[in-house]
């Protein structure tokens, strides 16, 4: 994995373990900031199993209890497969914490200081709060970015960010950012946060260049 892209893995993971106060962002070791995403995900992992398995019990109790009325298989099956569905997502997060340990020994090795940009991003996500949602707020349409989920919101922030102030090009903050989309947010998010991050750059050039 590329050292830029395994920084703003660790950004990500880490944005909802920020400290309330930012001049403090610098003493927060970034190991700190992960093991408390790590717990996240694990919880994340254990409340979607719970949830599945759940959904595959209510779906057996009425295949046992039905007789055979189509409505109750129809109902079953849908049941079925919603519990297949969470128990497919708490595997893929499951597979995310087991690869965080790689991260880490991979951010520790080569010229590119993968820790830093990692703290940078937070930093500036941190300190432009305001314009980075701004920016987003005029692109979202028929969306409020405090509604959008978390994750989400914070994969918006991270690209506008590096956009904005550290000086990505666009496509590639895009790019980025609909990779790491398709590992961590829903199964249309990718398209989703696509689509806000082109509007974003097509109101930042026209910012730019009004004639």
Known sequence: MQPRR?????????LSQLPNSPEKLEAQQLSNLLL??????????????????????RASDRLLTSETRAGDLQTAKVMVEEGIQLTQTAINRLATALELPELLQLANQGDF????????????????????????????VDW???????????????AVAEIMFLGVPHSVAINEAVELAKRYSEEEGHRFINGVLRRVTEQIKATANPN
Request: aromatic share 2%; no cysteine; proline share 0%.
């Open 113 to 140: 200081d993968v820790r830093n940009y990692a703290l940078q991003i937070i930093g500036t996500v941190n300190a432009k709060r305001t314009e980075i949602d701004e920016q987003l707020a005029k692109a979202l």
């Open 144 to 158: 409020q970015l405090g509604r959008l989920a978390r994750i989400d919101r914070d994969l918006l922030r991270i």
């Open 36 to 57: 408390a995403a790590v717990r996240i995900l694990t919880t994340e992992v254990q409340d979607n199993l719970t949830t599945a398995a759940a959904e595959l019990q």
């Open 6 to 14: 395994i920084a703003r893995e660790l950004a990500l993971l880490s």
